[in-house]
């Protein structure tokens, strides 16, 4: 799989891992990544399995703490990072090994994930999140992670961000897709939930997961469950457990803001008109509630 250096207009350039035409993170891992990630088409899934799924910067690790902790039936903070159990950096013996319930996560589309996860009909959660402030999100994480080698700015990054040439592609194509998918697979229904839903009702959205995921639990204990997720008690305690030496100045910025609407503070007038007009064009056939408002 190659490393490759994905250069924009501007002459930038960001180091992906390319593999059949699909940008995928520079990964540090143990194992050839090349030949796993070939393989995964027929690893095993377990029908207790949960796949947390969305395009990155979706709050992925916001949900992922939550499900564990519903699935443990308890508020209490797990000892793994979220990228511990991420398809897409695991190997198979790796995901072998892990024990159930096993609550996994992936930032690939719908085909792209194996096999033997339909079959079961694992349950998946997809999040969905304001695109604008995905966008944001995902720039400071391009330019903060070392690995990517990118040094463009703001206004050479947006239009990278608008073509997918990023890793795991368009945000556009993946939602695109992933409907598409979920329409084909009625008889196993995703459970659908946004990073701005979570933030309006957080004990709300942690009720309805429970039901979605027929764990036991109480109003009390969804309560301490988004307590203990809250977005500055997940910083002070997941920070620490990050690899420094991957990110700028030793800083690690997985946790960066947390709020609903940053991208008010990026995009300027004329970056939020060609944003719609692509998002309008693109977005035409999606019925999902996206949280997205021209
Ligand atoms: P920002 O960069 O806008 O702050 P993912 O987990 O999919 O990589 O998404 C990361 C985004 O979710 C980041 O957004 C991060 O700060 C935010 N996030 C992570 N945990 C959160 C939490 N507990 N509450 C709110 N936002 C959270």
Redesign the pocket.
């Known amino acids: 799989m190659p490393v490759v250096k994905v250069k924009d207009d501007h002459g930038k350039t960001m180091t992906l891992r390319e593999v059949d035409g699909f940008y995928l993170p520079v990964i540090r891992v143990p194992y050839d990544q090349e030949k796993e990630f070939r393989d995964r088409t027929d690893w095993t899934a377990r029908s207790d399995d949960v796949l947390i799924c969305?395009?990155?910067?979706?709050?992925?690790?916001?949900v992922?703490?939550i499900t564990c902790m519903l699935l443990n039936g308890n508020a209490e903070r797990i000892n793994l990072m979220?990228e511990m159990a991420m398809l897409e950096c695991l190997s198979r013996s790796a995901l072998d090994s892990m024990t159930s319930p096993r609550v996994l996560n992936t930032h690939m589309y719908y085909g792209q994930i194996p096999e033997d996860f339909k079959r079961k009909q694992c349950k998946i959660v997809y999040?969905l999140?304001n695109p604008r402030?995905v966008a944001?999100?995902f720039f400071?994480?391009h330019t903060r992670l070392l690995d990517y080698e990118y040094s463009g700015d703001w206004q050479q990054y947006l239009p990278r961000f608008i073509e997918g040439k990023v890793d795991y592609g368009s945000w556009f194509d993946y939602v695109v897709d992933w409907e598409a998918s979920m329409n084909r697979n009625q008889q196993n229904p995703a459970h659908v939930v946004t990073?701005e839903d979570?933030?309006k009702d957080s004990v709300n959205e942690v009720s309805r997961l429970a039901s979605f995921l027929k764990t036991e639990g109480t109003e009390t204990l969804y309560k301490e469950i988004a307590k203990q997720?809250?977005?500055q008690?997940?910083?002070k305690e997941k920070d620490p457990l990050e690899d420094t030496a991957e990110w700028k100045d030793d800083k690690p910025?997985?946790?960066?803001?947390?709020?609903v609407g940053?991208w008010k503070n990026w995009f300027t007038v004329a970056q939020s008109e060609v944003f719609n007009a692509v998002y309008k064009e693109r977005l035409a056939s999606v019925t999902l509630p996206v949280p997205y408002t021209i």
């Open positions: 969305a395009y990155p910067k979706s709050g992925t690790h916001w992922w703490e979220k999040i999140r402030d944001v999100s400071n994480h990073y979570l933030q997720c809250n977005f008690k997940m910083k910025g997985m946790y960066r803001k947390g709020i940053d």
